[in-house]
């Protein structure tokens, strides 16, 4: 549990946050016209921080079940996916409903030392999840998802 908190994993989350939004494709027409909003600096939503507290967490994961080590701890809080605010223009659709929740289960079956699917389905399985919410709510970090799976 602490290995997740310490500074490491803060500098991990630093150097990731940020570095892939949802509107990657808008972006490119965006820059014909700039406004004045644009020069702003980016602030990542509470979700968009998650979600990448999300990737860091899934990739050390990851990391762990290819040295053949078995991951027993979760540092996030699953259920933050229910209370967090978006960025502006994001909502909970229909889509992201129906995948939520079960997401949230196959995330924390990766933890589940009782299970008869092995650990390497069950990771998999979740990060697929991941993947079957952002084909419809946000395609810009798909590339980056799938290198969570392991081959
Ligand atoms: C239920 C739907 C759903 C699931 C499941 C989901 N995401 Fe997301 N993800 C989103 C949405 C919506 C956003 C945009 C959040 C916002 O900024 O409002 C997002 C944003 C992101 C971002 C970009 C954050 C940024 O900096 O803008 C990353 C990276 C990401 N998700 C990775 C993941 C990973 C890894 C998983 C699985 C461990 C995951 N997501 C699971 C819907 C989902």
């Known amino acids: 549990m602490e290995s997740f908190l310490n500074n ?19 972006e490119k027409v965006e ?4 406004e004045k909003e644009e020069l702003i600096m980016y602030q990542p939503s509470e979700m968009a921080s ?5 990737y860091v967490y ?3 994961i990851k990391a762990q079940i290819e040295k053949g080590e078995v991951p027993v701890s979760m540092p996030l809080d699953l259920m933050t996916l229910h209370s967090a605010e978006m ?7 229909a889509a992201w409903n129906n995948v939520v929740d079960v997401f949230i289960e196959s995330q924390k079956a990766v933890l589940d030392t009782l299970s008869n699917i092995e650990l390497k389905e069950r990771y998999n399985s979740s990060i697929n999840n991941c993947l ?3 084909k419809t709510e946000c395609t810009g ?3 980056k998802i799938k290198k969570l799976l392991i081959k």
């Open 50 to 54: 998650f979600m990448n507290a999300m």
């Open 31 to 34: 820059e014909t016209k700039p």
């Open 58 to 60: 899934n990739l050390q």
């Open 141 to 143: 970090p798909i590339p």
């Open 87 to 93: 960025t502006k223009g994001n909502k909970r659709t």
């Open 132 to 134: 079957q919410c952002h």
């Open 8 to 26: 490491k994993f803060y500098v991990f989350l630093f150097v990731f946050i940020g570095f892939i939004g949802c509107k990657n494709e808008e």
